[in-house]
């Protein structure tokens, strides 16, 4: 088991948790909702399965799995990366997720089993999430990274942040309109919330 462990290490680093990380969990605990509780954190596995392979195959060094209000979420060390394989591993999590949902729809339309379609939702939603431009969801990232490439860093920082308000915006737009009708679903809002209150700009 030591052994094992230290594999583990080795290939993950360190497991960090906010205390923040406990909130999702249990507001669906609360709820009795062990059956979404469970299809989203195979679905959030499936997301960073996506980001793992992707640093692995371009060089990144894993330092730590962080647990926070939102899910996992993988800090590396990308020093000696190229902003193409920064992109590559910033988009790998989303088209994993995207991928995977493809596969739940096609599982439950062949087999009629219905988690595999409430698997293949959560999956295309979180995909479809994280492919927003605002950082620091990974299509932030990927858009900061081509903007570096084509541009400089300074600029890709204010494209980025601009980007980043402008989503957050119509989010909240979005939100607010969601939440007043039946049967007002606050998520939307919620997200455009985190998304305002998020500093991308912390360093690990």
Known sequence: MPRFSARL?????????????AVLPCAMILTDSWYLLLLT??????????????????????RAVKLGLLGASLEYDGGGMSYGAEIAAAASGPLFSLAFAAAGALAATTSGWL??????????ILGLFNLLPAYPLDGGHAVYSACAYFLDPYKAERISFALRCAVTAAAALLGLRIVSVPPHNPTMLICAMLLLIWNPYKKA
């Open 9 to 21: 290490r080795g290939a993950f680093g360190k497991v960090k948790a906010t205390p923040l990380a």
């Open 41 to 62: 954190v195979f679905a959030a596995l499936a997301h960073e399965l996506g980001h793992y392979i992707a640093l692995r195959v371009c060089g990144g060094r894993i």
């Open 115 to 124: 988690p595999a379609l409430h698997f293949a939702g959560l999956s295309a």
